[in-house]
């Protein structure tokens, strides 16, 4: 077993002691005394599990695509015969769907292959299949690794928090349109096909040259598919399945996002207080889910290992998880307790924890 000596206490002592000197460089420029880290084992171990392995990547993309494709070619047929037929199909795919945006996912970030331009590739095709604007995404999601967990820098890549304060302050459609965001109906059924459909494939006011190019790109890419995929099947076919698919597989991406920093216990931080590795640890869940719906969702449960390092592609983390001792000691978030989430919807900065809508009321 791989061990970080004298890191079992880092969790604990966070962010106390990194939020004293947020840049041990500083300090040091400074003449202060600078303590070990106690992350710095934890990350020493971490680095083992970053090599990407060119043979994993390759089945995962075979045992995924093919079926995705599989499930294609018989929904036509299901969907003539019976709705009920059909369903089954669409529920299929749309896991497959969230598994492939998944791999996706490693390849923005580049540790599904160790090739670079692999990851590119791959992640372009992943992102065209799934509706998602490889470059765009790669920007945004980078920002929300750097900033998430951070008070002052919200609202990247990241599902709308105010605090309590924020809230009771704010006007009174603001307030409206807030308690609207937090309805489950529309935050895992609209919203998704929404942003699928509608609002990622818009280039926002501040995106790169090349991230515009890139959207224009496979906004062409994707039409032309709609076309010929409408030809072939029908306009009303397609729409059925295609829609079904998306709807059932955003609901399912959205929730875990947002389950994997909306949970009882999450940590958020502000200014100088805020700290990367705490943001990580306690402020990204270690969702523990069946072993089906963990390779329907790529491993994504292991959400904190992956804030804590990024470069340790999918097919890693779990033996990460198992490897190394003080990540054992963080804390689950079960399938069942997971529900408790969906209620809370406040950041209540004097208590540090996310309250619900009646707890903010109640403690006025």
């Known amino acids: 077993m791989l061990f970080a000596p004298d890191a079992e206490a880092a969790l604990q002592r966070m962010p106390v002691e990194r939020a004293a000197v947020n840049s041990t460089s500083d300090a040091r420029a400074a003449g202060l005394a600078v303590a070990p880290d106690p992350m710095a084992g934890i990350h020493a171990a971490l680095e083992h599990h970053r090599g990407a392995h060119a043979l994993r990547a390759s089945w995962q993309l075979v045992n995924t695509l093919v079926p995705y494709l599989a499930v294609w070619i018989a929904m036509p047929f299901a969907l003539a015969w019976s709705v009920w037929a059909f369903l089954p199909l669409a529920l299929l795919a749309a896991g497959l769907l969230v598994r492939l945006f998944i791999l996706f996912h490693d390849c923005t970030h580049n540790s599904f292959f160790a090739s670079r331009r692999a990851n590119m590739w791959w992640g372009r095709v992943l992102g065209t299949i799934s509706f998602t604007c490889f470059e765009v995404w790669r920007a945004e999601h980078t920002q929300h690794h750097a900033t998430s967990g ?15 304060d924020e809230y009771k302050q704010a006007a009174p459609f603001k307030r409206l349109c807030y308690r609207l965001s937090r309805q489950p109906l529309l935050l895992f059924g609209v919203a998704p096909v929404l942003m699928l459909v509608f609002w990622q494939h818009w280039p ?8 515009r190019r890139a959207l224009a790109w496979q906004n062409a890419l994707l039409i032309a598919f709609v076309i010929a995929l409408s030809w072939w099947l029908g306009p009303w076919q397609y729409l059925v399945m295609q829609g079904t698919v998306l709807a059932l597989a955003g ?57 804590l390092d990024a470069r340790i592609p999918n097919y890693n983390l779990a033996r990460c998880q198992r490897e190394i001792e003080p990540l054992v000691q963080v804390p689950e978030l079960s399938l069942w307790g997971s529900r408790r989430a969906l209620n809370l919807a406040l950041w209540d900065e004097r208590a540090g924890e996310l309250v619900t809508f009646a707890q903010a009321a109640a403690r006025a």
């Open 204 to 211: 926002k006011k501040d995106a790169r040259p090349n991230e």
């Open 251 to 307: 609901a399912a991406g959205v929730w875990l996002f947002y389950v994997q920093h909306q949970f009882p216990g999450v940590y958020w931080g502000r200014g100088a207080n805020w700290d990367y590795d705490a943001a990580a640890l306690k402020g990204s869940s270690y969702y523990k889910l069946p072993a089906l719906l963990r390779w329907f969702s790529a491993n994504i449960g292991f959400h904190h290992v992956h804030h």
């Open 150 to 164: 951070d008070l002052d820098r919200r609202g990247t890549g990241d599902i709308w928090t105010l605090t309590v």
